[in-house]
């Protein structure tokens, strides 16, 4: 998941309270300078409030990232302060037309609740990845028992999630068919990531440099570090002598830490991505696992920096090899790639160019709120009358 992303659009003005709105409940209170699956949701709930109504945030474990409370308010969004989430369904649940519960372990946790105390509203399950997927690809790439066991509960916990919900969102036709066919009969629609396409005409002057953009609490963007470094930089370094990779991601590991030197720099977190994508030359994605859409790479799209990665990491994205980016999985592959999307200034804009139209296209605002509507209509909601400001 991506980290440190760009600014967020939201509505202008609070939206009539009808007390028919939408209740999403997640684990924790989004961060979205953080990470990619926090800045959909603040999208996801900009995009709710304005299509269905009024909003209102409730975070399961309501202690963690609590300054973003102020954040969730100055979007119009209504915040479950204090009380657990089970209390405010109690008091509240028969208010509201929608309840979305984000996330396979909160949605294990709260599914019954909702249906108990909210029994006239539609129930969405909203994946943000499936869990499953993402454990299994990694145990068969690592080995790792542990993640082949977690990947196991999840997928055993999703497919209950799925079938007792009303609708079950995913991110990408890919996981809605992996869904589909692990989940026969149940309602799922894709709402993908959105992103707001910074004011920027993608130009090559003055960019020097590699970036990889990752939270580190997400093993996959451990797992990818460790790959390059071990397998593609050091025949990288040759190719392309003196060029800086630049890491950037809350909470590196210190391993990571003490691989830093002349041209391995890792920043940690960056409070605004957009300086670095103001820089960089090229965004480079090597993921060995993961699921649903790479934030990091619709991101670096969105800011006009070509983007060079494996298969995985262009999976949901409908990008192409040699047209929206360059996609490789082998490490000879990747550094040949890397190399070339560095040093051939008509590929580079043509990347550039073609990237941007993708993530406008498919991944904007405007699709995201067409999906929305699409979400709606499935579940048989009007979109609210409301006005938003």
Not at 232 to 256: A, D, F, K, Y
């Amino acid at each position: 998941m991506a980290d440190a992303p760009e600014p967020i659009v939201t509505a202008a003005g609070p939206a009539a309270d009808d007390g028919r709105g939408v209740l999403v409940i997640d684990t924790r209170y989004p961060t979205p300078d953080r990470d990619a699956a926090s800045l959909r949701m603040m999208h996801v709930l900009a995009l709710l409030r304005e299509v269905a109504g009024p909003v209102t945030f409730a975070a399961d474990d309501a202690t963690a990232h609590r300054s973003s409370r102020e954040l969730l308010r100055a979007a119009g969004v209504r915040v479950v302060d204090d009380a657990p989430v089970e209390a405010h369904l109690r008091e509240h649940g028969r208010d509201y037309r929608m309840v979305v519960v984000s996330r396979v372990d909160t949605a294990t946790k709260h599914l019954l609740l909702v249906r108990r105390h909210a029994p006239g509203a539609r129930l969405v399950f909203d994946t943000t990845d499936l869990a499953s997927v993402r454990g299994l690809r990694g145990a068969r790439v690592t080995g790792n028992q542990s993640l082949l066991r977690q990947a196991l509960a999840a997928r055993r916990e999703e497919r209950a999630a799925a079938s007792a919900a009303d609708c079950t969102m995913v991110v990408s036709v890919e996981e809605k068919a992996a869904l589909a066919a692990d989940c026969p009969g149940a309602r799922v629609h894709v709402l993908s990531v959105v992103h707001a396409l910074p004011e920027c005409r993608p130009s090559r002057a003055g960019r020097e440099g590699l970036v990889f953009v990752g939270a580190f609490p997400h093993h996959p963007n451990a797992d990818a570090m460790e790959f390059f470094l071990r397998d593609v930089h050091p025949s990288l370094r040759e190719r392309l002598p003196g060029v800086r990779t630049l890491i950037v991601g809350t909470e590196p590991p210190e391993w990571l830490r003490e691989r830093a030197g002349p041209d391995i720099v890792v920043a940690g977190h960056v409070p605004d991505i957009g300086t670095v994508f103001g820089r960089c030359r090229v965004s480079i994605a090597p993921l060995r696992y993961g699921a649903g859409v790479k934030g990091k790479v619709l991101l670096s799209m969105s800011h006009g920096v070509p983007v060079v990665g494996s298969t995985i990491s262009a999976e949901g994205t409908g990008a192409r090899d040699g047209e929206e980016m360059l996609i490789a999985d082998a490490p000879d592959e990747l550094v040949a790639k890397i190399a070339l999307a560095y040093e051939d200034e008509a590929l580079w804009h043509r990347l550039a160019e073609k990237g941007r139209r993708l993530v406008e296209r498919d991944f904007s605002l405007a699709a995201g709120r067409r999906s929305v509507g699409e979400l709606l209509a499935l579940l048989g909601l009007a979109p609210s009358l409301a006005p938003v400001g």
